[in-house]
């Protein structure tokens, strides 16, 4: 069964940071590229930011220079460092498994940045 799931979510102060790590169980993790998405109420899913198996990085235009995405293949873990934080990155924060047609997703988890 596989299974992604996200912490690292809450509540932050405009100019915070967050951490997001998503643990990955059930795929042969090293073969997926992975993928952070976001979505803010009433809007639709968003893409964040993707590292493929042998690192490559892009990201969403906004969050370039202040969003980090790093995979741990022995750990089964990637992370989305979010530093200088907005107001209007708030959203739910989803974890993406990505390996040719198979996609699977996490369950989400809460970001808010709020003063």
């Known amino acids: 069964q596989v299974q992604l799931v996200e912490s690292g979510g809450g509540l932050v102060q405009p100019g915070g940071s967050l951490r997001l790590s998503c643990a990955a169980s059930?795929?042969?993790?090293?073969?997926?590229?992975m993928g952070w998405y976001r979505q803010a109420p009433g809007k639709q899913r968003e893409f964040v930011a993707r590292?493929?198996?042998?690192?490559?990085?892009n990201y969403r235009e906004s969050v370039k220079g202040r969003f980090t995405i790093s995979r741990d293949n022995a750990k089964n873990t990637v992370v989305l460092q979010m530093n200088s934080l907005k107001p209007e990155d708030t959203a739910v924060y989803f974890c993406?498994?990505?390996?040719?047609?198979?996609?699977?997703w996490g369950q989400g988890t809460q970001v808010t940045v709020s003063s």
């Open positions: 993406q498994a990505l390996w040719v047609s198979l996609t699977y």
């Open positions: 059930g795929i042969n993790f090293s073969m997926y590229a």
């Open positions: 590292i493929g198996t042998g690192g490559t990085t």
